[in-house]
């Protein structure tokens, strides 16, 4: 595909098996250069460029503000997360939390490096935040992460650990029964099989990535839509996420 910005016509065309000129600033135009600029930023690594309060969070920004807006219509009392790498993303849950006087954070990693481990029980947020080392789909942690949340609490479950397919949909049938009606299991970094092709990609993620996990898991489980959430606010005409977490969002019906 080749992509031509006019920015004197104020078009944009998009030439491969056909041609289709349009407006430059037009939805569809933003939604194609939008997809480009994802793949350009991952393979630059743009999301290693923020923090969260001091800890490195290494997400997209655009998907941590949706996800605060899901976080706080759910407000979960208890919010999983597998994957804790620097701490960045349990610092952000726990920090939600806090604001709105309710819920806290589980952090599961396989390995949970000391340095890391040292500044996260350090954060002013660490009180909101119990983490668990060991691997994400064992029995022993699973029970672990059960044996912390009672029985009529709220719980929002977000997966970002090891992203292959195969270990995405055993992550899910892990914990998805832990998910009440209306929340929701998240399957990040599905942006995989959007950047196989890109110098830093590989090509096996053109099809072992975790949004593979999260269509096939919605096929297998009628109970769970796979739909990204509605928007609270929108004055635009656009519709779709910039995102890394393509097909990710599994909500449970209410």
């Known amino acids: 595909m080749k992509l031509t910005i006019d920015t004197d016509n104020g078009t944009l065309t998009q030439s491969g098996v056909s041609e289709q000129t349009m407006d430059l600033y037009s939805k569809d135009a933003f939604e194609i250069l939008s997809r480009e600029w994802v793949r350009i930023g991952w393979d630059q690594k743009y999301p290693y460029t923020f923090s969260w309060m001091g800890r490195p969070i290494i997400q997209l920004p655009e998907d941590l503000i949706r996800i605060q807006e899901v976080i706080y219509s759910v407000k979960p009392d208890v919010i999983v997360e597998t994957g804790v790498a620097h701490g960045g993303s349990l610092i952000f849950y726990a920090g939600l939390c806090k604001a709105m006087g309710r819920g806290r954070v589980i952090g599961v990693d396989v390995e949970i490096r000391p340095h890391n481990r040292t500044a996260i029980e350090a954060h002013e947020m660490f009180d909101a935040i119990t983490l668990i080392e060991g691997d994400s789909v064992s029995q022993e942690v699973v029970s672990q992460v059960q044996s912390k949340i009672k029985p009529d609490e709220t719980v929002l479950v977000i997966l970002d650990s ?70 609270p606010f929108n004055e635009s005409e656009l519709s779709e996420n910039i995102t890394h977490w393509p097909s990710a969002w599994l909500q449970r019906a209410a």
Not at 162 to 180: F, G, I, N, P, Q
Not at 184 to 194: F, N
């Open 162 to 231: 090891c992203h292959t397919k195969d270990h995405v949909a055993r992550e899910l049938e892990a914990y998805y029964s832990l998910v009440t009606p209306g929340s929701y299991v998240v399957a990040t970094d599905g942006v995989m099989r959007d950047v196989f092709d890109v110098p830093r990609g590989v090509p096996e993620w053109k099809n072992d990535h975790p949004a593979a996990a999260a269509e096939e898991f919605a096929a297998l489980h009628p109970e769970f839509c796979l739909k990204q959430p509605d928007w």
